[in-house]
Nanobody, 127 residues
Framework: QLQLVESGGGLVQPGGSLTLSCAVS????????IGWFRQAPGKAREWVSV????????MYEGSVKGRFRISRDNAKNTVFLQMINLKPEDTAVYYC????????????????????WGKGTLVIVSS
């Protein structure tokens, strides 16, 4: 059974850092694209970053580019989201999602196109 479990969220001050983890099981990580999404209170879920299953290529939403870094460790079946210089507007529940289909990275940016989700981890950026 395919499973994704996020961890690493918490309370951090503006300008601080966090690294989120997405531990996967039930499938081969290299066969799937993995995306990170977030949902702030009262807002729709939005795409943050994605990493390709085939070649490890990555893409980022504009407001996090240069501050967030997505990576994967196939041996540990884990995808990471390193976040630095966090801002209050980064406050949200962060979810990872997996999708087996092939395609350009921008085809994985719509939450409705991702079929396998974790339950999320909460990030609060506040002083």
């Amino acid at each position: 059974q395919l499973q994704l479990v996020e961890s690493g969220g918490g309370l951090v001050q503006p300008g601080g850092s966090l690294t989120l983890s997405c531990a996967v099981s039930g499938f081969t990580l290299g066969d799937y694209a993995i995306g990170w999404f977030r949902q702030a209170p009262g807002k729709a879920r939005e795409w943050v970053s994605v990493i390709s299953g085939s070649d490890g290529s990555t893409m980022y939403e504009g407001s996090v580019k240069g501050r967030f870094r997505i990576s994967r460790d196939n041996a540990k079946n884990t995808v990471f989201l390193q976040m630095i210089n966090l801002k209050p507007e980064d406050t949200a529940v962060y979810y990872c999602a997996a999708e087996e289909r092939r395609g350009p990275l921008n085809s994985f940016c719509d939450p409705s196109g991702m079929n396998n989700w974790g339950k999320g981890t909460l990030v609060i950026v506040s002083s």
